[in-house]
């Protein structure tokens, strides 16, 4: 056995059976890099069953895996979610959508963001239902459903508050007009979207966005269309604001464990909801340095003692932000350990000094848990100023997932 394979066996009997099992599996798989994002969809799944006892078995849920299922892997992500019941998946766009019914997926898929030109034969020929938010794309959808010999449905996005997309109250009249001049396609759905359901001090903000899209249903009600569908929440409405809540809810962050920065910490609030992804990576290179001697790009960084420095395999176009920079920290054998210098685009130094034991190939944490330490994209994001849907978003496609 070479000194580094000996190394990489003495530092796993630190870890925990499962880990042991999740890190020599993925060894086995995968001959390259060492850098790796496990995905634990059991607590996909329970963080599913979570949403579906806090909304009850009325309430239809679409599974969000728009982004990747928000780094962590669409299609994995979405086979195990159609067999814990979701009723839709959502996507941003059709192309993501395309992508889930090549993968086998038949549950009905919403497009948030509606179709491009040129796609609309795609969406019907693969069932991937548009939020339309123009008079415009309604008429175009219903040409392309009519040159099908089909009627597909959509649903209508009403801006209540949020000031992206949808149809906005002052333009409802004429919208619904040029609307029910479209035969060839059916409003299964009205939606709206919450901009600070994730902020308590803003629920005034909130109930009259609700009150804004029960007037918007009203005037669709008037004129004879009676969607299926009256969808509002997000993942923060859906725990936050039971009476904004209609008949259909679309969690996303929750679903895989994000949502300390979008729910307040309070018990009745609070889900028992799981985190779903872990990054992890191995030390490729060990090395002393000795006081005062500077590192990395820009020299942001010099040793204050002599320091054991430990270089890994991993930088920020895997999605470790570069705002971590000598500010993160990553778990080595049990023990935080901070990044030193700049965070570089494959590579990235840490102080391992404080480590006893540590040995090239050690398993080394980047999110989750090694033993009673973790940190969490939360922690992360905090840090880095931002919110931790941006940071499993941007672990790069570079980064395997292991689906465990």
Request: proline share 4%; net charge neutral; glycine share 8%.
């Amino acid at each position: 056995m070479s000194n580094y394979s000996s190394n990489i066996f003495k530092s796993i009997l630190s870890f925990k059976e499962s880990e042991i099992s999740a890190a020599n599996d993925f060894a086995q798989t995968f001959a390259h890099r060492p850098t790796w994002a496990e995905i634990n969809l059991d607590a996909l799944a329970h963080n599913f069953r979570e949403v579906r006892r806090k909304v009850g078995s009325e309430t239809s849920v679409i599974a969000v895996v728009k982004a990747n299922a928000y780094g962590h892997g669409a299609v994995e992500c979405a086979r195990r979610l159609a067999k814990e019941g979701a009723d839709w998946f959502g996507v941003a766009l059709p192309e993501e959508g395309i992508e889930l019914r090549e993968a086998g997926i038949t549950q009905p898929i919403l497009s948030f963001g509606g179709f491009w030109e040129g796609q609309e034969a795609a969406c019907i020929k693969d069932k991937i239902v548009p939020v339309i938010y123009r008079a415009e794309m309604a008429e175009t959808f219903d040409a392309a459903a009519r040159a099908a010999n089909t009627v597909a449905d959509v649903f209508v996005k009403i801006d209540t508050g949020m000031g992206r997309l949808g149809v906005r109250g002052r333009q409802l009249d004429e919208f619904i007009d040029r609307l029910i001049s479209c035969v060839s396609i059916r409003v299964a759905g009205v939606m709206t979207h919450f901009a600070a359901a994730d902020e308590p001090e803003r629920n005034s903000f909130t109930e009259e966005q609700a009150m804004r899209f029960r007037e918007a249903l009203d005037k669709f009600a008037v004129r004879g269309i009676n969607p299926q569908y009256r969808a509002a929440s997000n993942s923060a409405a859906t725990f936050a604001h039971d009476r904004a809540r209609f008949n259909m809810v679309r969690p996303g962050g929750v679903l895989y464990g994000l949502w300390r920065d979008i729910l307040q910490p309070v018990e009745e609030l609070t889900p028992a909801l799981q985190p779903v992804m872990s990054l992890r990576t191995r030390i490729a290179l060990l090395k002393p340095v000795p006081l005062g001697e500077p590192l990395g790009y820009g020299c942001t960084f010099s040793t204050k003692r002599e320091t054991q420095v430990a270089t890994l395999p991993v930088g920020y176009h895997d999605g470790l932000m570069r705002a971590l920079s000598n500010a993160g920290c990553v778990i080595v054998r049990g023990r935080f350990a901070p990044i030193i210098g700049r965070v570089s685009m494959d590579l990235t130094l840490v102080d391992v000094t404080d480590v006893p034991g540590v040995a090239t190939g050690d398993v080394v944490t980047l999110i989750g848990a090694d033993g009673a330490l973790s940190i969490t994209a939360e922690d992360i994001a905090r840090q880095a100023s931002t919110l931790s849907y941006e940071v499993t978003c941007g672990i790069s496609e570079r980064v395997p997932r292991r689906f465990v």
